[in-house]
C-alpha cells in the first residue's frame, strides 16, 4: 500500500484511505453544504494525526472542496450571493465575539464544561427538530406532493416586526425581500457558536437559513458552501501564519478526494427533495450528537489526553 | 663509548616494553570493564515523500554469561496532558491540566526472551519504573505514577513506547564472548531528531557494561522543503496552501462540467 509521510503531522497515512476520508466527506458537503470538520477531524485523529493539525489541514481542505462545490451549486442558480456576503461578514464579527467570550470563560474556569454542553444542545436540538420538521414534511408530500415549501408561512405579528427593519433588499435568488440586518444578525449568532464550539458552523448556518431566513434547501446548501469558502481561506491562512498546523501533503490528498466527492454530491442533491435532505443531515447530526454524549458518559479507558484534543 | 651506548639502548628497549606491557593491560582491563559492544547498521535515518517508518537492525558481542537489553530513548519536551474527571457528578472531561517535565517523545526497550521483569528494573535503569524516577510533574500535587502510566498507554497506542519482550537474538559463544542481534522498529511517529540507542550487559542483576549510539532521523526531499517553508516562511506556505486548495476545486469543477455537462 502507499504510504506518504506528512511532515507537519510528524506522521505517514495510507494515500488511498485519506483520499476516500476526503471524497466521503466531500459528498456530504455538496449535498447538504456543511464544511465535514465534525466528522473529518474526529477521524483523522484515529488515524494518528493530531488534532490542531487535523483541524486546521481539514480547513485548508475544505478551501478546495467548496470551491469545487460552490462552483457545481452556481452552475444550477443555487447561491445567493448577496445573502453569502452578508452571513460572512457576520460570521467573521461573530468569531471575533466567539473568542473574546471563551477567553473569559477559560479565566472562569469552566470552559470545557460549557462548551461540551453547547454542542450537546446545539447539535441535539438543531437535528432533533430538523428530522421532526422534516418528517412532517414527507408525510405530508406523500399525500399531496408539494416540492420544496415545507417550512410554515411565518405568522403575520412575526412579519409586520421583520418588515419595520430597515435596509429591506430583494435576494433574488433566496426569493424573499428582508432587512440585510437579519442575515447579518444570524451570522454573528453563528460566528460566536462556531468559534465557542470551535467548529466551522456549517451544520449550524444550514439550520438558520432554512428555518429563520426561510430559504429554498437548494439555495441554502449552495449559498451555505459560498460562505464556508471564505471562512475557511481566513483560517488556513491564519493557522499556518501563527501555528504552523496546516499539514499541506493531508490537505492535498484529502483535497484530491474531496473535491470530486463534492461534484457528486452536488449530483446527489440535485435529485433529493429539500424534505429528503434535511431529514439525512438532521440524521447526521443527531448521530453525532450520540456520539459526543456516549463520550461524556462512558468512562474512559485512558485518563489523560494530549492538550489541544477535544 | 659504544658499551654505554648499548646500554642506553637496552634501557630504552626495556622501557618501551614496560610502557607497551602497560598499555595492553590497560587495554584488556577497559575491555573486562566495557565488554559489549555496539553497531548500529545505519546511524542517520532520512525521511522522504513515501517514508513509512522502518527497522534498523543493530548487532554487538558481550560477554556469554551476560544477556543483552537495548534501550532506544529521545529527544526530552515537556508534554502537556488534560487529566479526565467527572463534571456535574456523570459526565467525564478533561478537566485538570498536567505537564510531564523532561519526558522523551520516544521510548522503546528491546530484551531476550524469558524474564522481561528481570530487566525491567529501576535499578537497572531500565523501564517504565525506572524512567518515572527522572521525570517532574507540574503541579507536583499530581499522582506522578497514574499521570505516567496513562500517558505510557496513550503512547504505547501510537506505538512509540514499547517494550518488545523476545526481540534480542544470541550468536555463538566463542571465547567467552557471544554476539547478539536486534531488529528495532522505527515508527513513522517518530518525527526528525536525535536518538540514544543504548545497550546494556546484565549478569545477576546488575549492569556489568553498557555502550550507546546515537541515532539521527532527517527530513529530506519533499518532507524538508514543506517544513521548512511552514515554518521558515509561514504567511506565504498559508496563501500556496489556499490558492492550491482553490485551483483544484476550479479545475476538478472544470473537469466535471466537461464530462457532466449533460444534465
Redesign the interface.
Known amino acids: 500500500m502507499l504510504h506518504m509521510y506528512l511532515p507537519i503531522a510528524g506522521n505517514s497515512v495510507n494515500v488511498f484511505l485519506i483520499f476516500g476520508l476526503g471524497g466521503f466527506v466531500g459528498l456530504l458537503s455538496g449535498i447538504f453544504g456543511v464544511g465535514g470538520g465534525f466528522l473529518m477531524t474526529p477521524l483523522l485523529m484515529m488515524f494518528g494525526i493530531p488534532p490542531t493539525v487535523a483541524a486546521a489541514s481539514d480547513s485548508n481542505q475544505i478551501v478546495g472542496a467548496s470551491t469545487s462545490g460552490t462552483l457545481a451549486h452556481m452552475r444550477l442558480g443555487n447561491v445567493d450571493i448577496p445573502m453569502g456576503v452578508m452571513l460572512l461578514i457576520g460570521g467573521v464579527g461573530g468569531g471575533a465575539i466567539g473568542v473574546q467570550i471563551i477567553k473569559i470563560l477559560k479565566a472562569m474556569g469552566n470552559a470545557d464544561f460549557l462548551i461540551a454542553i453547547t454542542y450537546v444542545i446545539m447539535l441535539g436540538g438543531v437535528g432533533g427538530y430538523m428530522f421532526w420538521e422534516s418528517l412532517q414534511g414527507l408525510k405530508k408530500s406523500k399525500n399531496a406532493p408539494a416540492e420544496e415549501s415545507s417550512a410554515p408561512e411565518p405568522n403575520d405579528g412575526k412579519k409586520s416586526l421583520v418588515q419595520k427593519l430597515p435596509l429591506q433588499y430583494k435576494f433574488a435568488k433566496s426569493g424573499c425581500e428582508i432587512s440585510m440586518l437579519l442575515p447579518l444578525g444570524f451570522g454573528i449568532l453563528v460566528g460566536i457558536l462556531a468559534a465557542i464550539m470551535g467548529v466551522g458552523g456549517g451544520f449550524i448556518m444550514v439550520p438558520v437559513m432554512v428555518y429563520l431566513l426561510r430559504m429554498p434547501m437548494h439555495v441554502v446548501v449552495g449559498t451555505s458552501l459560498f460562505q464556508i469558502l471564505f471562512t475557511c481561506v481566513n483560517v488556513t491562512i491564519l493557522q499556518s501564519y501563527s501555528n504552523h498546523t496546516v499539514d499541506f501533503v493531508l490537505a492535498v490528498l484529502l483535497l484530491l478526494g474531496s473535491t470530486i466527492g463534492a461534484q457528486v454530491g452536488t449530483a446527489v442533491s440535485k435529485r433529493l427533495n429539500a424534505d429528503q435532505l434535511k431529514i439525512m443531515l438532521a440524521s447526521l447530526v443527531l448521530l453525532v450528537c450520540a456520539k459526543m454524549m456516549a463520550g461524556l458518559l462512558m468512562t474512559p479507558t485512558i485518563m489523560v489526553a494530549l492538550k489541544g484534543g477535544h | 663509548m659504544s658499551k654505554g651506548k648499548n646500554t642506553m639502548n637496552r634501557l630504552g628497549y626495556g622501557f618501551l616494553m614496560i610502557v607497551a606491557a602497560s598499555l595492553a593491560w590497560l587495554g584488556t582491563s577497559w575491555a573486562a570493564d566495557n565488554p559489549l559492544s555496539l553497531e548500529l547498521a545505519n546511524a542517520k535515518i532520512q525521511?522522504?515523500?513515501?517514508?513509512?517508518?522502518t527497522t534498523l537492525d543493530v548487532t554487538g558481542t558481550l560477554p556469554a554469561e551476560a544477556d543483552a537489553v537495548i534501550q532506544v530513548s529521545g529527544p526530552k519536551k515537556d508534554?502537556?496532558?488534560?487529566?479526565?474527571g467527572k463534571?456535574?457528578g456523570?459526565?467525564?472531561?478533561?478537566?485538570y491540566?498536567?505537564s510531564l517535565e523532561n519526558t522523551p517523545a520516544v521510548y522503546m526497550v528491546y530484551t531476550p526472551t524469558g524474564a522481561t521483569e528481570k530487566f525491567l528494573n529501576p535499578e537497572l535503569g531500565v523501564g517504565y519504573k525506572a524512567l518515572v524516577n527522572g521525570i517532574a510533574i507540574e503541579p507536583e500535587s499530581a499522582d506522578k505514577e497514574?499521570?505516567f502510566g496513562?500517558?505510557v498507554?496513550?503512547m504505547e497506542?501510537?506505538g512509540v513506547y514499547a517494550v518488545n519482550e523476545g526481540t534480542i537474538k544470541y550468536g555463538a559463544v566463542s571465547n567467552g564472548v557471544k554476539s547478539f542481534s536486534a531488529t528495532l522498529t522505527i515508527p513513522?511517529?517518530m518525527?526528525a531528531g536525535d536518538y540514544t540507542v543504548e545497550a546494556l550487559a546484565v549478569d545477576n542483576g546488575t549492569v556489568t557494561g553498557r555502550n550507546s549510539k546515537k541515532l539521527t532521523l532527517e527530513?529530506v526531499g519533499?518532507?524538508?522543503s514543506?517544513?521548512n517553508l511552514?515554518?521558515g516562511k509561514?504567511?506565504l506556505?498559508?496563501?500556496?496552501?489556499?490558492v492550491?486548495?482553490?485551483a483544484?476545486?476550479?479545475i476538478?469543477?472544470v473537469i466535471?462540467?466537461g464530462g457532466?455537462g449533460a444534465?
Open positions: 525521511i522522504s515523500t513515501f517514508y513509512d517508518g508534554v502537556h496532558l488534560k487529566q479526565k463534571v456535574a456523570f459526565l467525564w472531561m478533561n478537566k491540566d498536567v497514574f499521570i496513562e500517558y498507554k496513550l497506542e501510537a513513522s511517529l518525527s527530513l519533499l518532507p524538508a514543506i517544513s511552514a515554518y509561514p504567511l506556505f498559508g496563501i500556496m496552501a489556499v492550491i486548495a482553490i483544484t476545486g476550479l476538478i469543477g466535471f462540467k457532466g444534465h
